[in-house]
């Protein structure tokens, strides 16, 4: 009996290598991570920009309105703006009610606004070096029967050089004075005698409630005067001057004169007699 060789084949197995990535595709990555990257950069370097214009704008915004409002405060509580009417100026000159900040200044210096009170005083910055103004100007405006206004106009502007930071800004107000006038000094005329105190349509009600007003009549001691000239009490001539020549410039003037001892005072009126001729007529 003979035997079969029997032979087995075993399977062939399959096996799958794994390579790396090809040059074709790093360099795709490479494109993709550097736009990514470039994008964020971007992206970062405008958020960047956008908040140091934003501390530019706050800055200056924030010392503008600072500024307006020391201005602001000043005018309203002067007693006196003392400056020309219809006038522009750099230097604000208020007269204050106390001794101790009278007169106060605001004025700029060198892209500087400052604050000085009384003529002695030291001045103090109202804004800082991170900001610069410019075209710093008040105008007074009269507003008669009412109190004056002053138009206040200026530009702050970031300090820097950096083209990217540069921010400024021009403001204007217009403030009123609201306090009553007070006076610590004589109240002079000009040299020249061109300036009135009131006029005829406002018409004053009275001085130390002494001397009062009313249409057009004047009364000492009587508020409510019915005559040119009323006086609550009497009228006292104390003349101790010479008694001038009577005369149509004298005419209708009542004159006093003192004597000594045992003689008696004089008192004589300047009158025009029937012969057209100026005398003193005694009346005592």
């Known amino acids: 009996m003979s035997k079969k060789s029997t032979s087995y084949q075993l399977p062939a197995t399959s ?34 920009q956008i908040q140091i214009r934003q501390n530019s704008v706050a800055e200056v915004t924030q010392q503008s309105q600072m500024l307006l409002d020391t201005i602001q405060y000043y005018v309203q509580s002067a007693s006196l703006v003392d400056l ?6 750099t230097t604000l000159k208020l007269r204050m009610s106390s001794s101790t900040i009278d007169p106060t200044y605001i004025y700029l210096s060198g892209g500087v606004v400052y604050l000085k009170q009384t003529d002695a005083g030291s001045a103090a910055a109202l804004t800082s ?20 206004s002053v138009n206040v106009g200026f530009t702050v502007a970031y300090n820097t050089a950096n083209i990217k930071q540069s ?12 306090s009553a006038a007070t006076f610590d000094s004589n109240i002079l005329p000009s040299a020249n005698n061109t300036y009135k105190l009131g006029n ?5 009600t009275s001085i130390n ?76």
């Open 129 to 148: 070096n991170k900001i610069s103004v410019s075209n710093f100007a008040f105008t007074k405006r009269a507003n008669v029967p009412g109190h004056d």
């Open 15 to 48: 096996y799958s290598s794994k390579s790396g990535f090809t040059l074709i595709e790093l360099l795709i990555f490479c494109g993709i991570f550097g736009l990514i990257a470039v994008s964020f950069m971007t992206v970062l370097v405008s958020a960047i």
């Open 209 to 284: 409630n002494t001397i009062y007003f009313s249409s057009g009549y004047v009364g000492i001691g009587a508020a409510s005067p019915g005559q040119t000239l009323e006086v609550n009490g009497g009228v006292r001539l104390n003349t101790v001057t010479s008694k001038p020549t009577c005369a149509s410039a004298q005419r209708g003037t009542f004159w006093v004169t003192e004597s000594g001892a045992g003689i008696k005072d004089a008192a004589e009126v300047c009158v025009k007699n029937a012969s057209d001729t100026y005398i003193w007529s005694t009346i005592y």
């Open 200 to 204: 005829a349509a406002q018409d004053w």
């Open 167 to 178: 921010f400024l800004q021009g403001l204007q107000m217009s403030v009123a004075r609201v």
């Open 84 to 89: 020309p009417s219809d006038t522009a100026t």
